[in-house]
């Protein structure tokens, strides 16, 4: 790990890798990425961006302009130079700033509302912020960036096939493992779901035949939700305490079972198998990644458009045409489908 310094903060949100920019001329000097699209996993699903910038440019100073709580993320991460971080609804002037202050050669953004696109193709000398453009229906979105960077030569033709990768340091995985006790093949079940339209409704059935061996993890009102029932519940964690809890489960030949969200992202990028519970999002596109079984729910549905979820008729208010009782697609992945195709999970049936 490279040392690590906190820096006088212009922001108090500033965490920095001090390490000296020696760049060949004609090369960026420094690069910004820009994730302000707000949610935890929108930045899991950028990390092969910011790794394979960082492989293309190992000399140059990398800055990440991003949100709280998933910069932590960042931290450790010797590709990453230095990390700021946008207050919500202030997003554009923190942009702003970072041109003026910064000015950086290069800046890749997955960022376009509110004129920020514009601001940085008008100021900063070269840019990348379309990695949304002509999405393919069953593309991942993860890949798309990364073959959108290497067809504009940003970035090496052979890092287009990079998986998201959080960096852990040992203290940090020695504690996922104590918090899993002597569970051999452990279980996690990461119920929370962010948004109604991706709750799932049989969690309580699936904890039941997993015979009150699964742990659930989640914030503190979810674990309160689940005490006195079928399943042993983790402590409430800080973001990089379960990301080490995962790693834990990985290296133990365990999985991590939960919906289509941030900490499952994370979950996958540390290591560990993941069973992914997809209903209205496309599991083509946001699927959790190689290691892991994405099941999905009514792939049939008239009414999912891959490359435009929020403009799905069930997206914002969880109303679905197909059902009046709740989201068609979540309901239609039994628990047995979770538990048949996942031999950690049929050891412990
Ligand atoms: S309309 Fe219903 S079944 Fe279709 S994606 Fe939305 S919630 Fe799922």
Known sequence: MPDQERIPAQGPDRWTVGRPAVVPPGRPARILVVDLLGGLGDLVMVLPVIHALHRRYPDAALRVLTHQPGDVLLHHDPAVTTITCAERGGERPAVLAELDRWRPDLVVSTTRYDGIAGAIEELAPQSVTDLWRSPPPDEPVGARYLRILASE????????????RVVLTDAERAGGEQALDDEVRPVVLVPAAGMLVKQWPHWRQLATALAGRAFVAGEPAVLDAWRGGPARLLPPLALRELAAVFAAVGRRGGVVVGGDTGPMRVAAAVGARTVGIFGPTPSARYGLGRFGVD??????????????????????????PLSPVGPACMADVTPDRVLDLVPALRSVR
């Open 295 to 320: 099941l999905q729910g009514l792939p049939e549905c008239p009414h999912r458009l891959p490359t435009a979820l929020t403009e799905q008729v069930c997206w914002w208010e969880a109303q679905c």
């Open 153 to 164: 030569h940003v970035i090496a033709p052979r890092d287009v096939d990079v998986a998201p």
